[in-house]
Structures are given as C-alpha cells and as structure tokens.
C-alpha cells in the first residue's frame, strides 16, 4: 500500500525553500515529540506557524507546472501529484482558520505557551493535541478517485476535516484561554471549530483543486472534468481520446528504446491491420481495420466491497452509465490510488474486452507507458506472472529479454499490464488460479518496492468474476454495450455511413435499418483507384438475417451500418 506523506515531506518533493521548510519540519517534529511538553509546545509552534504553512504551500501549488516538467519518469510525475493534494489538503484547513470569526484570535495561544508545560500530566488534551499533529505527520485524507463522483470524495473529506477540526478544539478547551471565555463565546467557538471551520476548509481545497487542474491535467482525469475535442465531437472512436489526453503530459518524458520500442510499435500495429482476414471476407470486400470501426462501449465502474460482488447483476443496478471512457481510463492509469491493485474489466461476450486491450495498447503513448498485452490463452497456465510477461513479449517482438530490462528500456515509462482472459484460466484450471487477482496486485506491490510501480488491468466474463478472491482496493469497470437507437451513437453511426458508402446515386438508408455486430469484417466497402470510398457490393440476397460468419469473429464492438 501507498505510504503516507507528511507535509513536511510533500513540500521537499514539490521543491519547497529548504530553510523555510526545515524550519516548519522542526514544529512538526517537536509536535511529534511525547515527552514532557512535547505535545503542547510543538503544537502551538504549528499554530504559530500557520503562516508560512499558507505561505509555503501557495508557493508550491505555484510552482507545480515547473516542477512537473523537470520529471524524468511518469512514476515521479504521479508522486509528485500526490504531494501537491497532501498540501491543498493541509493549507486549505489552515486557510479557513485564518477566516474563521472565532471568539478569540488565534495568536492569543502564543500567550500560553510557558504554561502548556503542566500539560504532561493532563493526558487528555495532551492525546487530542498528538492526534492533530500526527494528522499532519501522516496525511490520510480522502483521494480523489475516476470512478467516484468528486463530491462524494468532498464529502469524505468534510469529516476528516471535522475530525481534525475536534482535536484541535480538544487541545484549546485545556488552555488558558479558553478558560477565560464565557459560557456564550465557548458555544460559539466550537460551533464554528466543529462546523464553520470543516465547510470553510472545503470551500478552499476545491478552489485550490482547480488551480492544480490548471497545471496538470491529471486532477482533471480524477474528477471526471475533463473535455477534448473527442469528447466534445461525441466520435468515441478507437481510444482515440486516451491518446489525446495523455500525450501532454507525457511530452516532457524519455521514449522508449531497444525492445520496449519494438513492443510499442507491435502495439500500434494492431490498430491498422483489417479485423478480419482478407481469405475469410466475401469477394470484392474491403476489410476494415480495428481504427476504423471500433467504438468506445458504455461502461459502469465501482469499487468492490459489500455483501454482494460485481458478478450479481443486482449490484450494478444503482450505478450510473457512463460514456467517457477515454477519460475514465486516462484517470485511473494516472491516479495515485489505483496503483496498488489491478483493474477489473467486466463483459458479456462480445461485449468488447479483448478488443479493448489491444486499442488501449496501442493508444496509450509510448513515452510515458509501457503496455505489455498477455492474452492468458495463449501462454503457459503453470508459469508465475513474470514468466508469463516475459512470453508475451517475445510473441509480439520476437526477442527475449527479462521483466527488469525491459522495464530499464522503456525511459521512465509505467508498465501497464493488460491480461485478457481470466475467465478462461478459472474455467480451464478452476480453484488452482482463483487468486489470480490477488497475485497481480501482490506483483505490483514487489515491483513497487523495486521501484518499478506498474498499472495492471485485467479482463474477465463477468459471469465468473465470483470464482476469484477480490485484493482490497480492487475497482470493477463493466462495459455495457448501448441499444442502436441511442441517440449519440445513431449519430455516429449516420456520420460514418454517409463516410463509408458515399457514392454516385447513393441515398442515405433510414436509422431503422442500422445494426449493431461484433467486428467480423462485414463492411460492404472498398476504394476504388483514386482513393475514393464508394459502395462496392450490396448486402447478400437473403435480407434480413446476418450474413454467414466465416472463420473467427475478433472479440469487440463496433456498430456496422447496412449499404444503402
């Protein structure tokens, strides 16, 4: 799992003044300290130095774009996203106790500093004062997430900050001054301290949230705010959005070498080669390739947990649908908190999954990723996942090389590891692979320790998705494949029929004529010598049946429009 980050700790990744925060690590570490005075004394130190943690944290919100151009992996990029929230989280607490119209000013604490030594015997405000500043030592706030709504992690962050917000209160109510205060000003302070304060501290992290959205995308992909022209357009072709989001973050960063190119280039491949083999076509039919008829599915995603599991379909039923799956996917290789467990993408057959492995390989930019494709058909069932990688490689490049040098050779890249088929590995081999899931995430957790942190998404029927024990923080995605009369897509279909069978005295045919079917190569196109794309053959004689399948259908939906 993740490792907490002090503040103290986001700000030297973020580049912070080295003196400046020194300093402010000292206050934490005399808060830290739970010797005689230890608490109370380094705790109004941090309260004294509320200041320059405002100050310091603005600086390094600031200067986040710079410091994000200066990494040299997309490992070292996405921790230094995760510093950048560890600091909106804190400053943002301390920015509305700043605001806050409390019955007392804050500095008056200053005046009891000398008496706080008597508070080694007083345990209870001693306690309440440690918990606040380990708050601050290990920040363990919510996260943003691409597969939860940002104001449920809002919401989530709303009681961390009240509980933050009682300890603190917890440790004034055994100073002097609040023994000073009034029954009417003692109310008032904590309704503000246990409700003002938490809403105020909100209001000001979503505002610092958005400035980092400014500087790096990313923040955008977590929240599910992100717009491109693919989006906008309503194309969903191919992934082709993935690629747009991406490769601006990754323009900074080193491409690949030796056979981490050779495996990016198989990748890309993949995406214009025809779906289906020229032999098993009927005459005079041009084949498509997987780019051109390829459309990104609907999709529900969640996390796992609760009684029942994602292969109950009564546990999908409350979750919404959703159409960006580009940016969903953009997110969630990207976000700090789905490094430690794989991905788990669900799917009817034919619902699209392998099909959805292989764009995405060949979609996600080089420098930057390092997609390793392992159809789980195909290799050995008795080998370890490495083992498992490292044959994969060598079909797809013809080279063998080991797990670590291959890794070396992709320039600071992410592995990500996309392993299609569990489904089969549990009907073939049964209880021997159920914890398949919990072996992937135990190998992201090595290759994490080894430096070498990798994103692992894994695809399975979801009728079988109950036969494998779940790792804990696992997210299931399901890909729902919509009606052809959804309006979006009955208007790309429309768009791509008038593309693909534009011709002299071609008439456009009617929405009611279209139908939705794997890819198996049945677009009756072709081009002619002068690159034009006209209708080359109608339909076969027998309308209204689908025409004889010849040899294997590629797993993946794409919607086919009827010839006019």
Not at 192 to 214: F, K
């Amino acid at each position: 799992m993740r490792g907490l980050l002090s503040f103290s700790d986001a700000l030297v990744l973020l580049g912070g003044d080295p003196p400046a925060v020194a300093a402010l690590d000292r206050a934490l570490s005399g808060a830290l300290n739970l010797t005689t005075g230890g608490v109370g004394d380094g705790l109004l130190r941090i309260v004294d130095a509320r200041g320059r943690v405002v100050a310091l944290g603005r600086d390094a919100v600031r200067g986040l774009g710079r410091r994000l151009g200066r990494a040299e992996s997309r490992a070292e990029r996405t921790e230094l996203l995760y510093a950048a929230h560890t600091v909106i989280v804190v400053v943002a607490w301390f920015r509305a106790l700043e605001e806050a119209e409390l019955p007392f000013a804050v500095d008056e604490l200053e005046l009891t500093r000398g008496e706080q030594l008597t508070l080694a015997g007083a345990p209870d405000p001693v306690g309440r004062g440690a918990a606040f500043t380990h708050a601050l030592a290990a920040v363990d706030a919510p996260q943003p997430a691409p597969h939860r709504p940002f104001e449920h992690v809002t919401a989530e962050l709303q009681r961390w900050y009240e509980e933050l917000s009682e300890r603190f209160l917890g440790f004034i109510e055994g100073l002097c001054v609040w023994d000073d205060l009034g029954e009417s000003d003692r109310s008032a302070a904590r309704r503000v301290l246990s409700t003002e304060l938490p809403c105020a501290a909100v209001q000001q992290y979503e505002g610092l949230y958005s400035q980092l959205a400014r500087q790096a995308p990313e923040f955008a992909f977590w929240t599910a705010q992100v717009e491109h022209q693919a989006t906008r357009d309503q194309v969903r072709l191919a992934l082709v959005g993935v690629e747009e989001l991406l490769s601006d973050v990754a323009r900074t960063l080193r491409p690949p070498t030796d056979v981490a190119a050779a495996l990016a280039r198989s990748h890309e491949a993949a995406l214009t080669r025809p779906v289906l083999a020229a032999s098993a076509a009927p005459e005079g039919i041009r084949v498509p390739a997987l780019q051109e008829m390829y459309l990104d599915p609907d999709f529900r995603v969640r996390a796992v947990g609760g009684a029942l599991g994602p292969a109950n379909e009564a546990w999908w039923e409350e979750v919404p649908v959703r159409r960006d799956l580009t940016g969903y996917l953009a997110g969630a290789l990207t976000s700090p908190g789905q490094a430690d467990s794989p991905l788990l993408v669900l799917g009817q057959p034919g619902a699209g999954k392998s099909v959805l492995t292989r764009v995405l390989a060949a979609r996600l930019p080089c420098a930057g990723f390092l997609p390793v494709r392992v159809p789980l058909r195909d290799v050995r069932v008795e080998d370890d996942l490495q083992e498992q990688l490292e044959q994969a490689v060598r079909t797809a490049t013809g080279e063998r090389v080991s797990w670590p040098e291959l890794v070396r050779s992709a320039g600071g890249a992410v592995p990500v590891l996309l392993l299609d088929g569990l489904d089969e590995l549990l009907q073939t081999t049964g209880v021997h692979h159920s914890d398949f899931l919990v072996r992937v995430a135990r190998f992201q957790q090595r290759e994490a320790e080894q430096g070498r942190p990798v994103r692992a998404v894994v695809t399975s029927r979801t009728a079988v998705a109950d036969r494998t024990r779940y790792p804990e923080g696992l997210v299931a995605l399901r890909l729902d494949v919509p009606a052809s009369s959804d309006p979006p897509l009955s208007a790309t279909v429309e768009r791509r029929q008038r593309e693909q069978f534009r011709g002299p005295g071609a008439a456009t045919a009617p929405v009611g004529r279209r139908r939705p079917a794997r890819i198996a190569g049945r677009a009756a196109i072709a081009a002619d010598d002068a690159g034009a794309v006209r209708r080359q053959r109608q339909w076969p004689a027998t309308r209204g049946r689908r025409p004889a399948r010849r040899g294997r259908a590629v797993r993946g939906t794409a919607y086919l429009v009827r010839p006019p």
